[in-house]
């Protein structure tokens, strides 16, 4: 009989919604697993990221292990409530990136998930707080991102008749095909570099985009932060560089710099988007910081 007693937090509209709900599909079988090994498992629907933050408090003051069950956006927001406190975090994915689960090893089978969350043994890993020109400060888990990336989220949002990946897609290569290089000033624990280019990217995890490796040595229990620039090309070759930004080969070519920091400042000419866990948070200047070993996460 196990004792351990869980919330999980359902993004209701996680994964494709035009053919099911996934992420309701995707708990069901791992929450009856969880149950008929004897844990206590409370199911609770998010009304938005917001609402989900605060169910996770809720159930941390309880001392329940806090599932977030969705995609990215729910597992940052999830993650970021839990981080920081003596909570534990588990995944159970149901988006259509999963990038952070893919970077942690969550097996995706649901009898093992399930032994994963029964008995697994927290692991501590990083996340980044990410401190907005407004002061506001927020916890993410993945990476923060800006640049052609965030522009080509933000078309996708916008779409009224594409939904998911089709939407991602169709607002990458108008974000692409309309980008002027941007100049932008990169601060990496107090050393400044001035850049011009098509993004930046600082990444906990090594994963983003629905899978795509931007920052293939990235670790999330090192302490520091992979900065990826994609630097100024003809556009062609940046359309080569989205091709192998799938397997991480882009980090061989002349224009990509990978560095690494604690603490970053991303700033530009111009006003610009930056998001985070497939979630547009502001616009730049933005600030963000490895917080070492913060978050409890059930993970292999």
Same mark, same amino acid.
């Given at each position: ?18 053919? $099911? ?29 917001? $609402? ?10 309880? %001392? ?9 956006? @729910? ?56 401190? %907005? ?77 629905? %899978? ?19 630097? $100024? ?7 080569? @560089? @989205? ?17 690494? %920091? ?39």
């Amino acid at each position: 009989m196990h004792t351990r007693a869980f919330t999980a937090i359902v993004n209701p509209a996680a994964g494709d919604t035009a053919s $099911h709900r996934a992420g309701p599909a995707a708990l069901l079988p791992v929450a009856r697993l969880l149950r008929e090994a004897g844990a206590r498992v409370a199911v609770e629907y998010s009304r938005g990221l917001d $609402h989900a933050a605060a169910l996770a408090k809720d159930a941390i003051g309880r %001392g329940d292990v806090v599932l977030g069950v969705g995609g990215d956006g @729910m597992a940052g927001c999830v993650g970021g409530a839990v981080a920081g406190t003596d909570g534990v975090f588990g995944i159970v994915p149901a988006g259509r990136g999963n990038d952070f689960a893919r970077q942690l090893g969550i097996p995706s089978a649901r009898r093992e998930l399930a032994e994963l969350l029964l008995a697994g043994a927290p692991r501590s890993v990083d996340v980044i707080e990410v401190t %907005g020109s407004d002061a506001t400060k927020t916890v993410v888990l993945g990476s923060v991102y800006a640049g052609v990336d965030a522009v080509a989220n933000r078309n996708a949002n916008r779409s009224r008749l594409l939904r998911g990946s089709a939407a991602y897609y169709i607002g990458a290569l108008r974000a692409v095909l309309t980008w002027r290089a941007v100049a932008y000033r990169v601060t990496i624990d107090g050393r400044r570099l001035e850049r011009r280019g098509y993004t930046v990217v600082a990444a906990n995890s090594g994963f983003y985009g629905f %899978g795509r490796h931007v920052a293939p040595d990235a670790k999330v229990d090192d302490g520091l932060l992979d900065v990826v620039i994609i630097g $100024h090309a003809p556009k062609p070759l940046f359309f080569a @560089m @989205m091709k192998e930004l799938e397997s991480g080969a882009h980090v061989r070519r002349d224009v990509v710099e990978v560095l690494r %920091g604690g603490d970053v400042r991303i700033e530009a000419d111009r006003p610009l988007p930056y998001g985070a866990d497939g979630e547009l948070i502001g616009t730049l200047p933005v600030t963000v910081r490895a917080l070492p070993g913060a978050l409890r996460v059930l993970a292999p």
